[in-house]
């Protein structure tokens, strides 16, 4: 099988790294840039000290604080307009998945006329824009070395995405100090996300080797320090961990991509309002033991990063049962959402089921599922109450 | 009220009868799946007493929604030994329709020594009509000597030499709208073999008097539906390459990607593919009197046809294809693009799937029965079927029987029927839908190129495969699918549509239900006809030889291509 | 001045085809056909012809197949 690796981020990695924002933005030739992040980071005062250490590098700054969860397209649009208005040469975004991807939609815009919406898909026709550096404050989506940004079209509701050379970092920035007080079901739900970028990049129909190592060491480092960064926050090892973790899987999975978990992740989430992380958690473990049918040497490695000890000659459905029951114990140990908690009746997940099949990533997966294997699916997960 | 066209060839007898409510919201291939789910033993022998050839129009038919009147013709395949449809363009469906007629039954076994036709005239009446006179003649001849009988303005299904001879690829070739040459095929699979066991030669039919008027359940909605469908997918034409160019465009698509089949799908290169691509067919077309953008039914808002012309500027062929250019010329390492356009003809004359054959000539090439890139000799393998000599007769039957005969051990067939132009190890979603397809290796089904990531990789493959399999099957009982593409954005009209004509309510599901229903008709009809997962395969060489232009081979896993039509 | 399917662009001489076409945002494509002036050229020659005041390009985008 030939395969490709073709998305590729540079990245500055370590606690204090943040500080080095500032030269890194002169590197690229920025002289005013736009700060992009959301009205939380600027009360906690990761903001601020971005845009001063910014600014001690002579680098004239325009702050943009109206990033919203699950980025709505208008909101982006209005962000636009200020950059271009503003007439900046770079962009730098802090915070979570939301913000980068502001920050990428902005960067779409830039010279390409809005509306955003248009340009959904993956598109090799886009004019580039500018230079932008990412900082990430969760761990995460993963989102600060892919090549997507997904955003909310507000006049249907649906969540889709715009994959560009255009939404390309041209430096990721992973400073563990930043995820510090990350709040522990935010900890939980972001990790776990990343840990499903992973499994999916791992299992996917668009594999390759690279992305098969990247997502390995994610999924062993989640597995071994999720647990610790949500029960323990200030706890820097854990922290510093779970912030290259996030990266791996989003280096890996940028480039595999992601297939059935997001699907079932995204009409969820969409569905019940629920978050991102949280919603692509509810099926994961059925849906790596469906793949695990005919991928059932990659699920092994699933397993066995996870810890969990595999037969040599144990039959594809033995490694997919065996593995989906440790990613269900993971999601205990870190306080995951159970299906009572989320308080959603069966019936009303069994609904969603047609819609499933409609989200992008459910055609990337390895093994065509029908709309009645996503309710069965939605069923096991339901019963297993994880 | 619409009728069928009973033609019972034991009996001798050709009736109007109406035509069943039942099938009422079905065309095209939906309907031919489900009529012979109803009216066809799936075991019976495709030559046989049992077997129907049934001859149809779309569910849009006599509307004026563009391409609405494109025409199937189906039934249990010889080739393939399941369903099959068949669909082209071309003026008899349009005329069919103007008679009232949605579908025609032919169906028995002569008892006597005989040929006929069937003669549908102005006034609408009927007869079965002896046509002895015209044994052995082929289909330019024979479409010339009924305009010197009935005029211009008729259209005419038929068969050539190789249908009579029941040739397992024998085609039936339609007559096309203007000047009437018989060049639009409903080639794939043989139907003309099961249309010569009929010993049935033609239906002729005259334009009607009084043209029928289908009932609508609210006219006006479906016409104003109709002028905005027709206006998205003339406004969608405009940029498309079949428009300006011809099908012929899709080489320079799949000429530099490997996609393009060279040499018996080696998967190599071919550069000199430029001498049979657009630049060549437009200089030609231009010199000599030829033309493009021509229609083959009346109210084509895509007008993909064309007349080519010889070097004397004399009529050569016309409907000249993608398709038949990409087999006859780099596949067998041809470059000259009149000896490929005379195959052309030659094909249409004698009524010879052009896909079929030059996949049986281009393995003639490998075992060195004739040159690679010889075309004198390729028209002389083609001279052999319409002389009816032993090889003649081989080639007759398809790729497979004469690779079986030569000792080939690379013959591109699935169930039996020859590839299309496309070489699934690198445009592996069409390779799952040749495999999955219940047709058989027939690229109209669910052609995957540019639809899903990269054509080469394995991700998306098999739901783009999925997803347009089901598009074209219900395409395909509605309309022409270069026209379907061109009006995907506007989809939910064709629900609009539905309602208009049929009444109920504008639900899309109507639409795409029609697709999922016809394909797992098509797939149990197989299966009650003998056909298991084995028969939903690639052949070995495509997953052991890498294609030399890409470094790919066909990787897509049985379990994969088991679910593929799962729904 | 250059015509591109249907609209008008200032003429700049020294411009390849491909300059011309990318200042619209268009990259390479099997699926999209360059046509200029009637004649179909291939994405790997367009940065080797100058385009011509006057010149008319149109994008033709492949939609099916047969």
Redesign the interface.
């Known amino acids: 099988m030939i395969t490709s690796y073709e998305v590729f981020v540079p990245a500055l990695m370590g606690s204090g790294s943040s500080l080095r924002t500032g030269l890194k933005v002169r590197e690229l030739g920025c002289n005013k840039v736009l700060v992009v992040y959301d009205k939380g980071l600027k009360d906690v005062g990761i903001s601020d000290k971005i845009v001063e250490n910014l600014n001690a590098a002579g680098i004239e700054t325009i702050c943009f604080d109206g990033v919203l969860p699950d980025p709505p397209d208008i909101m982006i649009e209005g962000a636009a307009e200020i950059a271009r208005e503003g007439n900046i040469d770079g962009i730098v975004a802090v915070g979570g998945g939301s913000a980068i991807d502001t920050a990428k939609g902005i960067n779409v815009l830039i010279h390409n006329q809005p509306p955003i919406a248009q340009y959904f898909g993956i598109r090799n026709d886009l004019k580039p824009g500018v230079p932008m550096v990412f900082l990430p404050t969760t761990s995460g989506t993963g989102s600060e070395v892919t090549n997507m940004c997904v955003i909310t079209h507000m006049a249907t509701g649906a969540k889709n995405s715009v994959t560009s050379r255009v939404c390309i970092g041209s430096i990721a920035i992973l400073d563990p100090d930043l995820t510090l007080g990350l709040p522990s079901q935010i900890t939980a739900a972001t990790g776990f996300d990343a840990f499903c970028h992973a499994a999916e990049a791992l299992t996917s129909g668009h594999e390759n080797p690279l992305s098969d190592a990247l997502a390995r060491d994610a999924i062993r480092t989640i597995s071994d320090y999720l647990p610790i960064a949500v029960t323990d926050g200030c706890n820097s090892i854990a922290r510093e961990k779970m912030i290259i973790a996030s990266m791996l899987a989003g280096m890996a999975f940028t480039n595999a991509l992601v297939h059935l978990g997001h699907a079932f992740g995204h009409t969820i989430g969409a569905r019940f309002h629920i978050s991102h992380g949280i919603a692509c958690a509810v099926a994961l473990p059925q849906i790596i033991e469906f793949a695990s049918v005919t991928e059932s040497h990659k699920v092994r490695m699933i397993g066995e990063c996870m810890d969990v000890e595999i037969a040599k000659d144990a039959t594809p459905e033995e490694i997919g049962n065996l593995t989906s029951h440790a990613i269900l114990k993971l999601k205990k140990d870190i306080n995951m959402p159970t299906m009572k908690d989320l308080d959603f009746t069966l019936e009303d997940l069994l609904k969603i089921a047609p819609l499933v099949s409609q989200d992008l990533s459910f055609a990337l997966s390895p093994r065509r599922m029908t709309t009645s294997q996503v309710a069965e699916i939605l069923q096991v997960a339901y019963d297993a109450n994880g | 009220m619409w009728s069928t066209l009973n033609i019972n060839m034991k009996n001798l007898t050709v009736s109007r009868v109406p035509f069943p409510d039942k099938y009422r919201e079905m065309g095209g291939r939906g309907l031919i799946a489900q009529y012979m789910m109803d009216h066809v033993p799936p075991t019976c022998d495709p030559l046989g007493e049992e077997n129907k050839l049934l001859i149809c129009t779309t569910v849009f038919a006599g509307t004026n929604l563009t391409t609405a009147h494109r025409i199937s013709i189906g039934g249990k395949s010889p080739l393939t030994g399941g369903i099959k449809e068949s669909n082209a363009g071309g003026y008899a469906a349009n005329l069919l329709a103007g008679q009232g007629i949605r579908m025609a039954v032919v169906e028995g076994l002569p008892d006597t020594d005989g040929l006929w036709l069937v003669h549908i005239n102005a006034k609408g009446e009927v007869a079965l009509e002896d046509a002895t006179a015209y044994e052995g003649t082929n289909n330019y001849e024979f479409v010339d000597k009924m305009h010197e009988k009935y005029g211009k303005t008729i259209a005419t299904i038929s068969i050539g030499s190789a249908g009579e001879r029941i040739h397992r690829i024998a085609s039936i070739q339609i007559s096309e709208f203007g000047e009437g040459y018989p060049s639009r095929a409903a080639a794939r699979g043989g139907m003309g073999s099961v249309m010569g066991s009929k010993r049935l030669k033609a239906i002729v039919i005259e334009k009607p008097e009084t043209r029928f008027e289908p009932e609508y359940a609210d006219r006006e909605t479906f016409k104003a539906v109709c002028t905005e469908l027709n206006k998205v997918i003339a406004t969608g034409a405009k940029a498309d390459p079949f428009r300006n160019i011809g099908t012929i465009a899709t080489i320079e698509a799949t000429g530099l990607s490997g996609v393009l089949p060279v040499e018996n799908f080696s998967g190599k290169l071919f550069p000199e593919y430029t001498e049979v691509g657009a630049n060549k067919f437009l200089t030609n077309l231009a010199s000599r009197g030829g033309r493009n953008k021509q229609i083959c039914q009346p109210g084509c808002v895509v007008k993909c046809s064309n007349v080519y012309n010889d070097k004397e500027g004399n009529y050569l062929t016309s409907g000249f294809e993608y398709e038949t250019i990409a087999l006859f010329g780099p596949n067998c390492r041809i470059s000259d693009l009149d000896v490929i356009a005379r195959m052309d003809r030659i094909c249409d004359d004698c009524g010879i799937d052009t896909i079929e054959v030059a996949n049986a000539i281009a393995i003639s090439m490998e075992m060195g029965k004739i040159p690679w890139g010889d075309g004198e000799a390729a028209i002389g393998l083609l001279q052999e079927i319409k002389d009816g000599t032993e090889f003649g007769q081989l080639l007759g039957n398809g790729c497979e029987v004469v690779g079986n005969a030569l000792g080939c051990k690379r013959i591109p067939v699935v169930k039996h029927q020859g590839m299309a132009g496309y070489d699934p190890r690198n445009t592996k979603g069409t390779g799952i839908t040749y495999a999955t397809s219940p047709q058989g290796a027939d690229h109209t089904a669910g052609l995957t190129l540019g639809r899903a990531m990269a054509d080469t990789g394995r991700a998306a493959q098999g739901y783009a495969s999925n997803k347009l399999q089901v598009a074209m099957a219900f395409a395909d009982s509605m309309m022409c699918i270069f026209a379907f593409a061109n009006c995907v954005p506007s989809m939910p009209l064709l629900a609009d549509l539905m309602a208009g004509l049929y009444g109920g309510k504008p639900d899309i599901t109507r639409v795409t239900g029609m697709g999922v229903k016809t394909l797992l008709t098509e797939k149990a009809y197989n299966k009650m006809a003998g056909m298991t997962e084995a028969d939903d395969k690639i052949p070995e060489f495509f997953k052991t030889e890498a294609s030399p232009a890409t470094g790919s081979v066909f990787d897509v896993g049985d379990a994969e291509l088991a679910c593929i039509l799962n729904f | 001045m250059i015509i591109i399917?249907g609209k008008s662009y200032p003429y700049q001489p020294d411009t390849t085809v491909l300059e011309a076409v990318s200042q619209l945002?268009?990259?390479?494509?099997?699926?999209v056909?360059v046509?200029i002036d009637?004649?179909?050229m291939?994405?790997?020659q367009l940065d080797q012809e100058l385009i011509q005041d006057g010149v008319e390009i149109?994008?033709?985008?492949?939609?099916?197949?047969?």
Request: proline share 4%; charged share 15%.
């Open positions: 399917d945002g268009i990259q390479s494509d099997n699926m056909l046509v009637g004649r179909v291939p994405w790997n149109r994008l033709l985008h492949i939609v099916s197949g047969g």
